[in-house]
């Protein structure tokens, strides 16, 4: 009789401690199940940027970059040396048409140099001439206005037609573009696969097309938001071309804007 309570009280236990620990275990599972593996963003190839820098001895200088290819980010320093027994203080420095300014020296002490740094991203310039200016404003009277002007000729690695995808519609209705992507003759590659930084929001595929008698490639996209609203993302499209192993395309979504 005692061993029957004694294993009646083992029972009960039992019963109450197993059914625990696998609510317990249940509860983590769930919880794992909550992190979206989509929130793990895709950074695309690290590209090595193209460094340079200039010394500016006149309120109006013209630079010209050797030329580079599509996809390539140009960093360069405008280098301004403060000859004078006062301070100098650029108030002001802003750059157009595709150049863009990224900081710049607020004060330069006497017998000291400052610098205007200047960025230039050429992933949708395939083929064509980057031409601005760069203004800048100081407190010297002898320069009050420094302006620079700026040409980068950027070799075509591919044709992107077009180079940002635009989904625009109603949530109810099917959102679908395309790009068609034309290998340039002096680079010829084939496209092995794409990765997207996000990809919450819309399907792909790619296909080999010809276009105007040159193989090419068709990259379709899709919407599936079903929410008012916008986004944007980015297709890094992957070659076998070691120049550019991956090139990016934007895509932009207005859903019932």
């Avoid at 794992?32 to 940027?49: A, C, H, I, M, T």
């Avoid at 360069?76 to 150049?99: P, Q, R, V």
């Avoid at 075509?156 to 037609?161: D, I, K, P, V």
Wanted: hydrophobic share 35%; glycine share 6%.
């Amino acid at each position: 009789m005692r061993f029957d309570k004694y294993l009646m009280t083992i029972l009960c236990f039992l019963s109450l401690v197993i059914p625990t620990a696998f609510a317990g275990c249940e509860k983590q599972e769930n919880h794992d199940q909550l992190v979206d593996p989509k929130l793990n963003f895709y950074k695309g190839l690290e590209v090595e940027p193209i460094y340079s820098q200039s010394k500016v001895e006149s309120v109006h200088v013209r630079y010209e970059f050797p030329p580079v290819l599509q996809g390539d980010i140009v960093h360069h320093d405008f280098i301004i040396t403060n000859d004078s027994d006062k301070a100098l203080e650029i108030t002001e420095a802003a750059g157009c048409c595709g150049l863009i300014v990224e900081s710049y020296a607020r004060r330069i002490e006497p017998d000291m140099t400052g610098k205007i740094a200047l960025l230039i991203l050429t992933d949708s310039h395939g083929g064509q001439e980057i031409k601005g200016t760069i203004s800048a404003k100081t407190t010297d009277s002898a320069r009050s206005q420094i302006t620079i002007d700026v040409s980068i000729f950027v070799q075509e690695f591919a044709a992107l037609s077009p180079y940002r995808i635009w989904l625009k519609g109603s949530p109810d209705q099917e959102i679908v573009e395309k790009c068609t992507v034309v290998p340039n003759d002096a680079f010829p590659f084939r496209i092995t696969g794409i990765k997207v930084r996000k990809g919450v929001w819309f399907t792909y595929d790619f296909r080999e097309i010809e276009t105007d008698g040159k193989p090419g490639y068709e990259i379709t996209v899709r919407n599936t938001r079903k929410k008012i609203g916008s986004y944007q993302d980015v297709l890094f499209v992957q070659t076998n071309h070691p120049l550019r192993p991956e090139f990016k395309i934007r895509v932009e979504g207005r859903i019932g804007e």
